[in-house]
């Protein structure tokens, strides 16, 4: 299937910009694995006549399933007002506290279990085992902390930045509590890009960490926190207190000093609070929980707004059924909580169904590629959940490693990012030692959980298909035209999803415009139009349907490139390069790599007069690091004498794409400056 290439397609329709759909490689179709019957026998979900209970036309009436899995203190009088397209409210009129079903709920018949483990990276250092009774003594003292000392209320943004240490979901829980809209930014970002979201957000509160582990160092995070509240400053925006929780209780540990009357060292301030408790405040089911800032197709990330009630029960359902959580598995998903996978699938999901949760600090492949086996050998890890980048990454370091350890995984999750099949079938054999069942799940940080994946003991595994869409996502896949293409049909095209669903994200902060005009604008088939029917929801990504019904996702189709499973905006990452004085025209294109899925190449022309140089080349690299973070960081920067061009001065990225990826450019001839495309090639080599 999918013999027709997206490449050749794309310059057909004469499409200029080149995007992750268009290199995506073309894998074979492969053959089924079915679920193990050990697995079967123990599952949540494994009677197939129950999806028949999520067909299009039982529609919203099968998500309320969904939202009884949550204890309310008020039920909700209506479960979708669909009436102001595509602005949907979910479980409308409902009361609920995310924070009360995530712990307090638990007390009565777990209150001795762990519920979170904290693994720390030096590997002497012993693990932490949070007891949900201890997770609610200390987010209750920390809430007290959050609306007694900083005099935060309901309806608040704060912004976190904060590693991967049991503080982290503690914040995100008490301010859960509160009904304050709390704002992790990943750690690995700059203190630049930790102050575009403070404003964005308006936080006037800050939450950070002195120190952690990574990659066997103890890095000095605090000193963020004064790039990005300087930062913010400038942008007119002041953040009033920064609050640090100390990486070792007692003792800070990072050399940056403290700011007299706005710095607040969290540990000691806390014994104010010792003993502390504070009533879950009743949220609308509607109010806003979180939100997470993405890359998008403009230079700014802009915040996803997910609410209370719908979020929490999707989160929850898809914990249940497709991660397969019973209370007394031990369940690790190896993502980064800055990330929407790990608020969804660390924290929120999985502690509302009791779970114990790991949350680990480093890197998987420090001090070697054993690590996480020793880990899940310790904490006898029953479910795993990771990323492809990771999986090949252990697999080129340790292809052997897994079976020095005895561990045993029931369900393993792969998410992020296309799996090649032959990574695939080295996830089930070596790690998950032929016993354990894979769901490639896709969805993104809008979606607030899962969209397509196999439901695990009801459905075949396929490799490198993240199959259909979950019970109650009902995906099409349009073409350019709007029109459907079929199962089976072996074309690519863009998917989308036909009915609202209650994860969803509500809108983007302070953004309604984009909100409708990104997601909703391309298939809508009547803008007036009151019936959700005509409103499907644009993903952004290409996709396959193969006859069986599972969808192959090729890749996005847009200005976002997909880096070792974290998305980052082209036009960000362009954006910092045209900050360095030198350079006039910059321009990024995704490069195939062997563990990251795609890195970013870095053009960019230098202003009339100038000459290329390692100095120049130095000062772009060091932008792109201090505007977005190292992640950004392009695999190289390429300084060239012109851009190729079409007759109207558009840049031809794809173009680029093709010399940076070692692929036929194709023709070039109608190019404006088709000359420079051999000495472009000539200076990437
Ligand atoms: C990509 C991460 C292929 C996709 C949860 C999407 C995937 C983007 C898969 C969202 C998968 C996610 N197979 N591609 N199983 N899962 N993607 O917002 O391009 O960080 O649009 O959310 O990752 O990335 P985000």
């Known amino acids: 299937m999918a013999d027709k290439n997206p490449r050749r397609q794309a310059r057909e329709s ?30 949540n979900l494994s009677d197939a006549r129950k999806l028949k209970r999520f067909s299009l036309d039982k529609f919203p009436g099968y998500f309320t399933e969904f939202a009884e899995l949550l204890d309310w203190y008020k039920k909700w009088n209506k479960i979708l007002d669909a009436s102001r397209p595509p602005f949907w409210r979910w479980f409308v009129g409902g009361k609920i506290n995310a924070c009360y079903n995530c712990v307090d709920r638990h007390l009565a018949r777990h209150k001795n279990k762990t519920a979170i483990h904290f693994v720390p990276e030096p590997e002497d250092e012993a693990i932490q085992h949070l007891t949900y009774q201890e997770l609610f003594v200390r987010v209750n003292e920390f809430a007290a902390l959050l609306r007694d000392s900083c005099g935060l209320k ?44 403070a404003t964005d957000s308006e936080s006037r509160v800050m939450i950070t960490m002195d120190a952690y582990y990574r990659g066997g160092k103890l890095l000095d995070h605090k000193e963020k926190a004064d790039v990005a509240v300087a930062e913010a400053a400038k942008d007119g925006h002041k953040v009033d207190k920064v609050l640090i929780w100390q990486r070792y209780p007692g003792k800070y540990s990072s050399p940056t000093p403290l700011a007299e009357g706005r710095d607040i060292i969290v540990n000691d301030l806390l014994k104010k609070y010792r003993g502390q408790r504070v009533e879950p405040v009743q949220m609308l089911a509607e109010a806003p929980l979180f939100l997470m800032y993405t890359s998008g197709t403009t230079g700014k990330p802009k915040g996803c707004q997910h609410s209370i009630g719908g979020y929490l029960a999707y989160v929850t359902w898809t914990s249940k059924y ?17 990330w929407i996978t790990g608020h969804s699938y660390i924290v929120y999901g999985p502690l509302a169904l009791a779970a114990s949760s790991v949350v680990f600090e480093g890197v998987p492949t420090h001090p070697d590629a054993g690590r996480p086996w020793r880990i899940a050998e310790q904490l006898d890890v029953n479910i795993f959940h990771t990323s492809p980048t990771a999986i090949r990454a252990l697999r080129r370091d340790g292809p052997d490693e897994p079976a020095k350890y005895h561990y045993r995984f029931k369900h393993m999750t792969t998410v992020g990012e296309p799996i090649e099949p032959p990574v695939w079938k080295w996830y089930h054999k070596v790690v998950g030692k032929g016993e354990a069942v894979i769901v490639d799940t896709w969805w993104q940080t809008e979606n607030g959980g899962f969209l397509c994946s196999t439901v695990p003991a009801i459905h075949k595994m396929k490799p490198g298909s993240a199959g259909p869409g979950i019970p109650g996502i009902h995906p099409v896949i349009y073409d350019d035209e709007g029109k459907e293409l079929p199962a089976g049909s072996g074309k690519a095209g863009n998917i989308c ?9 509500q809108t983007i902060w302070k953004d309604p415009t984009r909100f409708v005009r990104q997601y909703y604008s391309r298939y809508c088939k009547n803008p007036k139009s009151k019936n959700w029917r005509d409103w499907p929801y644009m993903a952004g990504d290409g996709a396959v349907q193969a006859k069986d019904g ?79 973070g190292a992640i950004a960081r392009p695999r190289q920067v390429i300084i060239v004498p012109d851009m190729p061009k079409t007759r109207s001065g558009k840049i031809m990225r794809r173009v680029l794409a093709a010399i940076s ?19 472009i090639r000539e200076i990437a080599k």
Not at 323 to 330: A, K, L, S
Not at 575 to 597: N, R
Request: a negative charge.
């Open 322 to 338: 497709i991660q397969d959580i019973h209370p007394e598995d031990v369940y690790w998903c190896m993502a980064d909580i800055g």
């Open 14 to 43: 004469g499409s200029e910009d080149v995007s992750e759909a268009q290199i995506a490689v073309h894998w074979q179709e492969e053959g089924y694995y079915s679920p193990p019957k050990s697995f079967i026998a123990q599952a």
């Open 154 to 197: 309901a309806g608040d943004r704060v912004t976190l930045h904060m590693p991967m240490v049991a503080e982290l979901p503690i914040t995100m829980l008490a301010c859960a509590r509160l009904g304050v809209i709390h704002s992790q930014v990943f750690s690995g970002f700059s203190g630049k890009a930790c102050a575009d979201r």
């Open 661 to 679: 990826n070692r692929q036929d450019p194709g023709d070039v001839s109608t190019l404006a400056n088709p000359e420079v495309v051999d000495k």
């Open 497 to 505: 999803i036909r009915n609202p669903w209650p994860g969803g994200f």
């Open 550 to 628: 599972y969808y192959r996702i090729l890749g996005r189709i847009d200005d976002v490139i997909n880096v070792a499973g974290h998305r980052l905006g082209t036009k960000e990452i362009e954006s910092a390069a045209l900050l360095v004085g030198e350079v006039v025209e910059a321009a990024v294109v995704p490069v195939a790599d062997q563990i990251k899925g795609k890195v970013p190449d870095l053009y960019v022309a230098l202003k009339p007069g100038l000459n290329a140089s390692k100095t120049i080349a130095d000062k772009v690299m060091a932008s792109v690091v201090s505007e977005i």
